[in-house]
């Protein structure tokens, strides 16, 4: 199907003002200071603006609303050139699939369209699909869906495993640390991932914004290297020095106890839904995806991993 790109995306300039939803998030952060970095006017829809002091100590406008409430995306929609929605939930609790992540695009769709906003850069997952077993990749997909329904102009960036300092995958990592005198690996720990390091896929999408070409694509992306999960977190533990044994177990064996903990913790481990989804394959189509898109080559994990985590010390 060939799209018509909407005459307002032909300006000939990059986007001036770019709104970002997700802005204090794990990977928000990351990307709304690339985006302050290439030299955009900021505008960060924020629940809390004491979390967004540093964007505001640059020159980012903070304006105070919610990314699930219509009348607020509206009005900061207003006068900017762009959105970048990086918005999302991984559980379906206290906030909703429902509401983060399948509506709230649509959402931002629809403001977008009401404001003639000249692009939305919306952050997705690779393995986002219409299969009922994966509840999450099922909402990023449906959300994905929502957005394009709005006729707002978009691209679609799904990306593997985001790689931090901190936060993420790193979380998950220190808590699985700490809960015994084992490390459990949720299934066979062979599944393969395509991690892409938090800075190179802010430059993805910072770069995406002021992309024609890329209007109406979804681009699935990743790091230069495919790994399994054990070796992941094999670097994690080597980084900080963990010698504790990790043992795979099958991710059936592992539900029922993430399903009583589900219910009576408000931050479990791990939930069953992302029991299923963290025991599959989460790769791009290539190893270059980054280069062929982009026009950069994204770092090595791997390299990155063994001087950037070893900064903390975990007992």
Avoid at 55 to 77: I, M
Avoid at 103 to 123: C, H, I, M, T, Y
Avoid at 231 to 258: E, H, N, S, T, V
């Amino acid at each position: 199907m060939t799209l018509s790109i909407p005459s307002r995306y032909h300006s000939g300039d990059l986007a001036a003002k770019v709104l970002i939803l997700g802005s204090t998030g794990f990977f928000g952060r990351a990307v709304a200071h690339a985006i302050l970095d290439a030299g955009y006017q900021v505008r960060a829809l924020v629940r809390d603006v004491g979390r967004a002091g540093a964007l505001r100590v640059r020159g980012a406008e903070l304006v105070v609303g919610d990314a699930t409430h219509a009348p607020s995306l509206h009005a900061a929609a207003a006068g900017v050139d762009a959105i970048v929605d990086l918005v999302a939930v991984r559980r379906n609790r206290p906030q909703t699939f429902l509401a983060v992540n399948m509506e709230s695009p649509r959402l931002v769709g629809e403001a977008a369209q009401a404001n003639n906003v000249k692009k939305v850069v919306f952050v997705s997952a690779i393995g986002a699909r219409p299969d009922p077993k994966y509840e999450y990749l099922v909402s990023r997909w449906a959300g994905e869906e929502a957005l394009k329904r709005t006729g707002a102009p978009y691209v679609i960036l799904r990306f593997s495993f985001i790689l931090g300092e901190d936060g993420g995958v790193v979380d998950d990592f220190e808590r699985a640390v700490h809960l015994g005198p084992i490390i459990v690996i949720p299934g066979s720990g062979e599944q393969h991932l395509q991690p892409i390091i938090r800075e190179d896929a802010a430059r993805c999408v910072v770069e995406a914004i002021g992309r024609a070409d890329l209007y109406g694509q979804t681009l699935e992306l990743g790091g230069p290297e495919i790994l399994t999960y054990s070796q992941l977190f094999g670097f994690f533990c080597q980084a900080r020095g963990i010698k504790k044994p990790r043992i795979p177990l099958p991710a059936a064996l592992l539900m029922p106890g993430a399903a009583i903990l589900e219910i009576f913790m408000n931050n479990p481990v791990a939930t069953p839904t992302e029991l299923k989804a963290i025991v599959e394959d989460n790769v791009a189509p290539s190893l270059d995806t980054v280069l062929v898109n982009f026009n950069f080559r994204a770092h090595s994990p791997s390299q990155w991993a063994t001087t950037h985590w070893r900064d903390r010390t975990v007992k």
